[in-house]
């Protein structure tokens, strides 16, 4: 869709008057993708819900213009108040939504080997194992794991794939 097709279809739409926000809520980041036809989407509806989030009504219209020409888009929502009724919202405009992961909250070497230790459990592997599958450094991982060090934030991130799906990163890694 042309930018004059957007801008023809968001003002038959009329102007947004007012946006109720959230006053608390947890910072919350996503995927947005159509879900329907780009002319099936609720162009509004789905501006204002972002709007309600945090986002400013600019950012919110870009962000939803971005979608209808048939792209995603990332955002970060300062306030989402509830996860399962953004989600609604998003779907039942047309939109669909997909919450990127957290990262682990990490607040001493103690949490971070533990569930290290509990990563490497949960894909069923002995320190040697998992070392020579993911390509971490043996030396390393028994650092992380006996709490002599904090990984760092890139590294939490490749443990947290890990965590996610154990079994794709080792495809992933595999020759071939």
Do not use: H
């Not at 946006?19 to 789905?46: H, K, M, Q, T, Y």
């Not at 996860?83 to 990127?100: K, M, N, S, W």
């Not at 990262?103 to 020579?132: D, H, N």
């Amino acid at each position: 869709m042309t930018n004059a097709g957007l801008k023809e279809v968001f003002g038959r739409l009329g102007q947004i008057r007012d946006v109720d926000r959230n006053r608390s809520g947890s910072p919350e980041s996503l995927v947005l993708r159509p879900e329907r036809a780009p002319s099936a989407i609720n162009a509004i509806a789905a501006t204002r819900t972002l709007a309600r989030c945090g986002l400013t009504l600019l950012r919110a219209k870009r962000a939803i213009e971005t979608v209808i020409a048939g792209d995603e888009v990332t955002l970060v929502l300062p306030n989402v108040a509830s996860r399962d009724r953004l989600v609604e919202e998003l779907t039942e405009a047309g939109l669909q939504p997909r919450f990127l992961r957290r990262k682990p909250r990490i607040t001493s070497k103690s949490v971070a080997s533990k569930w290290i230790r509990q990563v490497r459990e949960s894909a069923g592997l002995t320190q040697e194992q998992f070392a020579v599958v993911y390509g971490v450094d043996l030396k390393t991982l028994q650092k992380y794991e006996q709490g002599a060090s904090i990984p760092a934030a890139a590294v939490l991130s490749y443990f947290q794939m890990i965590e996610s799906d154990p079994q794709a990163i080792k495809r992933m890694r595999l020759e071939g």
